[in-house]
């Protein structure tokens, strides 16, 4: 049917300042003046139709224009967020954008500020009355304002959200205003944030929200109040995001690991709305590297493949003429990276394995060849990639220009980009194994053994006995170990590169450990994976909430790339992974280090898989249950035993 759409022209909203200091490109700031913010008194007038529908030609000839479709999405997250501490008080409004707090407030001073924002107790300011308070949601929030006021004609209200306050403001620091230490203190700090603001006006009880969602742990709210005094009704906020539902649950006998898993699993859930986002606060654009990552994680903790079939149409559909996906979507400007388009086909292959969907994973395979075609007139005699284009990332490595692998850009061959291309064309050649072409797959195979050749020809060093990051031989890398080992070259002794400050190596940063991880569960060493999460351990004693995006001083402290432990204490620990498309053959290789215990449920296509075991003297127990249409294999100190459909137990050792 036709929807009683009414248009009407609203006034009093104008765009302020963006976040200063930072990379931030989630648009600007929104400025209210509630006494013309009003739909009440708005003319609503039935709209005009500018354009009819668009028809289909029977010509062929296609017309200009956006058209809907279905969406295979479900609705949003709506609901209220109530509760939070307020940790600071002053008695003045906050004019400048950064905002001093000294010490933290005593609770009893601030407990009318505390019902209004639990209970919706109404708080009563008096006219002229200033304040500023400092609000801990002791989480990590997507959403929407509501404040609900009542009176205050001419009352100024500042709604400033930050993922963290600053030890102090250093101008020498690039992309971030300064350092900002443990992310649970706040006495003393500095407060600089991104929000709206709004002049109360209007008759009766109103609400007041904002033109987009907004994200952080910290609110701060400021009042001026003007000639009479105001009623805060409620200051709440309206939850938004994909309404993601996790099955996933892994225990174990090391109580460190629990944290780890609730902080991994809330900075997920801030990056998924109707797109994966790379981080809610600076950007929410979907980067390609981010999405595979996320995108694992979903299947694995709650068996969602809606958001990430969309992300891969996206990028299918952002694909140039040239056949590359753009590095990130959407975005009015496009950016283009080789490092990045090489990782689509990576979740194309992800998807095949651990969802059940080859009909709609074939749909893909046009854009997939584009891209290796593009790619292929990128190589050289070798079958290397010399300079493919745009930003080619890495990780942001420390000493590592803007993310470029060493010897690029200074006209070297990089080892690091050509294995990236080699584990595509690996990737590529299964695809079209299982949903495509078998000529297509050997065409692939054929060009991924040549670059393998030429690889361990031209980048491997026999006297370190590791892989050189590019073919002077100049520098060493984790990242250049792991992609080889991941890629099934030549595996390095783990002790010359598990430890990249023993063996002078550049380390792998928080993003690029989820392929360090991987390669040390392929070189049978996830023991080291175990060891390695210290550095979440560390975040949680530093208050964070959600995972980081790099070493410090770090801009974003909620990105989800940094969310790949939970992937691998199922995948890689308790070494539950798909070998088969649609997950119907399943390897279990728990390595389990130092733990003596691993439960592990995890949403599979037709229902779920669970590990119970125990681990002592070098035997391991386990009762194991597949669901329907699942076979496989369990795999214990070079032992294995099968695996059917049901419940069954295991010894060996």
Known sequence: GIAPWRVGRLQGLEWGEK?????????????????????????????????????????????????????????????????????????????????????????????????????????????????????????YLCGYPVLEFSGGAGTNVRWEWAESLFDRLAPKFDNTPG?????????????????????????????????????????????????????????????????????????ADDPTLSPILELSERGLRACMHDIFVDCPYYEQMMYVADTRIQMLLAYVMAG?????????????????????????????????????????????????LWRDDLPWLRQRLPGLRALLEALQTEEDADGLLVKPPGWLFMDWVPGWFVGWPPGQREGHRSALISLQY?????????????????????????????????LARIFWDEARGLWADDESHATFSQHAQALAVIGGLRVPDPAKWADAAANGLAAATIYF????????????RADLVLEKLEMWRGLVKQGFKTPVESPEPARSDCHAWGAHPVFHLHATVAGIRPTAPGFRKVRIAPQPGTLKSI?????????????????????????????????????????ETPLWPGSQVVRLG
């Open 422 to 454: 080699l584990l595509t064309l690996q990737r590529a050649a299964e695809l079209e194994t299982w949903a495509g072409d078998a000529r297509m797959a050997q065409r692939y195979a054929e060009r991924a053994t040549h670059v393998a050749g030429s």
């Open 19 to 139: 976040l200063n200091r930072s990379y931030h490109v989630i648009g600007c700031s929104g400025h209210m003046d509630l006494s013309r913010l009003d739909a009440r008194k708005v003319k609503w007038v039935k709209p005009a139709v500018v354009r009819g529908p668009i028809p289909l030609n029977v010509t062929g000839i296609v017309e200009t224009g956006w058209t809907l479709q279905p969406s295979a999405l479900p609705e949003q997250r709506h609901d209220l967020w109530r509760g939070g501490r307020v940790r600071a008080h002053l008695p003045r409004f906050a004019r400048a954008q950064n905002f001093k707090f000294g010490p933290e407030v005593a609770p009893e001073k601030v407990s009318a500020w505390t019902r209004l924002l639990h209970d919706g107790t109404p708080l009563r300011l008096p006219a002229r009355h200033e304040v500023t308070v400092l609000i801990d949601t002791d989480d």
């Open 179 to 251: 350092p900002k230490g443990n992310r649970g203190a706040v006495a003393g700090k500095i407060f600089m944030g991104f929000g709206d603001r709004w002049r109360l006006g209007g008759s009766g009880r109103r609400w007041a929200g904002a033109p987009w969602w907004r994200a952080g742990r910290y609110l701060m709210i400021s009042v001026q109040v003007g000639a009479q005094p105001v009623v805060l009704h409620t200051l709440a906020v309206e939850r938004t995001g994909f309404p993601f539902a996790p099955r996933a649950t892994f225990a």
């Open 304 to 352: 969602e493949e809606r958001l990430p079939r969309r992300g891969m149409e996206l990028f299918d559909l952002s694909r140039a003429r040239s056949g590359y996906p753009t590095m990130r979507t959407p975005s009015y400007l496009r950016q283009e990276s080789a490092t990045f388009a090489m990782i689509w086909p990576w979740m194309l292959h992800d998807f095949a």
């Open 513 to 524: 450990q989820h392929y360090l991880f991987e390669a040390l569960g392929k070189a049978g």
């Open 599 to 639: 439960e592990s449920e995890l949403p599979h296509p037709r229902g779920t898989i669970r590990l119970s075991a125990k681990f002592y003297a070098g035997r391991v127990e386990a009762t194991v249950q597949l669901p329907p249409e699942t076979s496989g294999v369990f795999v214990w100190a070079g032992r």
